[in-house]
């Protein structure tokens, strides 16, 4: 089941930068946080992971806080492209399923 | 990012009819892939996992001998839905698993599946 809450939707204009929330209290110290996004009707795209240290790669960044127990995903630049729905997973480095909750759906505004 | 090939990516088929949804991973071997479904403006629900050269093991409520899955390389899985009727109707979604560089699950483009 997933273990994570984000909010419903967001709205971000273009340009700046949306900053996706995301709660994991119960999270465990071997499990790693995940975000996914998905556009109408395609598969979802692997974005960035990260266990306790922030991570930054071309697409964005991933802020966990100290305790873990919650995320923020980072489009430092976000574009009409970046709108689709983003989920945050928490998982077990190997071998675990990925469950995906409801996500959180981004409209990028012009 | 690694390449998950899924088809077909639309099908339209009578009731009572099997259909197979094949997924390939293009550029890396998934010892692990996961099959997915999604109903409109839901999210995506965790059908079973497939492991290579073993059966699949699906999640609760997921009827193991309607949805047949093989897994019968390092590259290829499929998903056969056998005597479909309308309501298995869906959104399918594969994805494979990669360990290189930290495990990731990269995801099949899906397939859109109409029963009438």
């Known amino acids: 089941d997933a273990k994570t809450t984000q909010p419903t939707s967001m709205d971000c204009a273009e340009g700046r930068a949306a900053n996706l929330p995301c709660n994991h209290s119960?999270?465990?110290?071997?499990?790693?946080v995940y975000w996914y996004r998905q556009i109408h009707s395609q598969g979802p795209q692997y974005i960035i992971h990260?266990?306790?240290n922030n991570e930054t790669n071309e697409m964005a960044s991933l802020i966990i806080t100290e305790d873990r127990k919650s995320s923020t995903l980072i489009l430092p630049h976000a574009t009409l492209r970046d709108t689709a729905v983003y989920y945050c997973?928490?998982?077990?480095?190997?071998?675990?399923?990925?469950?995906f909750g409801t996500g959180t759906s981004l409209t990028v505004i012009p | 990012g690694a390449v998950v090939s899924q088809h077909p990516s639309r099908v339209i088929c009578k009731s009572g009819t099997s259909v197979k949804i094949e997924c390939r991973s293009l550029?890396?071997?998934?010892?692990?892939m996961f099959w997915y479904r999604q109903f409109p403006k839901q999210s995506l629900m965790l059908m079973a996992t497939?492991?290579?050269?073993?059966?699949?093991?699906?999640e609760q409520g997921v009827e193991k001998d309607k949805f047949l899955i093989n897994h019968a390389s390092l590259t290829l899985s499929t998903l056969t839905v056998t005597s479909a009727h309308p309501e298995d109707s869906s959104f399918y979604i594969c994805?494979?698993?990669?360990?290189?560089?930290?495990?990731?699950?990269?995801f099949g483009s899906g397939t859109q599946l109409s029963v009438l």
């Open positions: 119960t999270i465990s110290g071997n499990e790693y």
């Open positions: 997973i928490v998982r077990v480095a190997t071998g675990n399923q990925f469950y």
């Open positions: 550029d890396f071997q998934a010892t692990t």
């Open positions: 497939s492991n290579e050269g073993s059966k699949a093991t699906y």
């Open positions: 994805s494979g698993l990669r360990s290189a560089g930290g495990e990731k699950l990269f």
């Open positions: 990260g266990l306790k």
